[in-house]
């Protein structure tokens, strides 16, 4: 359930594509940053907080990972796949990058920048890092549905 894009539950959200996939690997990227699993996406305890928005705080604070890790420069991997599965999650689908972006971010070269929050309240008039006053209208090809 927690790997679910969310527009495969709303169509409000954009059309199921490629980067509905996209999503779902950013999920298991967060997941082996803390090896936690993600089991859903709300918590039951409502002084919980929701994984990937508890990594998204940490990262936008400055803290540490809180993980262990077995060498100095795992930190860093662990960092970079952080921010990297934060990009692949945010909410709208044209707002994630596409899998060969994924690959060259996670392959390093260049610093990542935090991308914008996919967990706060964000009207379809918001803009995000990756395109600035983007169109919401944006259509991605849609995966058919198999019979």
């Known amino acids: 359930m927690g790997y679910i894009a969310p527009e495969v ?7 199921v594509s490629y ?9 298991v990227l967060l997941e082996m940053v803390g090896g936690r699993k993600n089991i859903g996406s709300t918590t039951e305890n409502t002084n919980e907080v929701y994984y990937p928005e508890w ?3 940490l990262l936008e604070e400055g803290e540490d990972l809180r993980i262990h ?16 599965g934060l990009w692949c999650i945010q909410w709208h689908p044209v707002d994630r990058p596409s899998m060969k972006r994924v690959v060259q971010m996670l392959e390093g070269g260049e610093s990542l920048t935090m991308p914008p929050n996919p967990f706060a309240s964000q009207g379809p008039t918001g803009t995000s890092a990756i395109a600035p006053g983007r169109n919401l209208n944006i259509q991605l090809e849609a995966i058919p549905e198999l019979e």
Do not use: H, T
Request: charge should be neutral.
């Open 19 to 27: 980067k509905s996939d996209v999503y779902s690997y950013g999920m």
């Open 69 to 84: 890790v077995g060498e100095e420069g795992d930190a860093k991997i662990a960092k970079r796949l952080a921010i990297v």
């Open 9 to 15: 539950f709303s169509g409000n959200f954009g059309n």
């Open 55 to 57: 990594i998204y705080n």
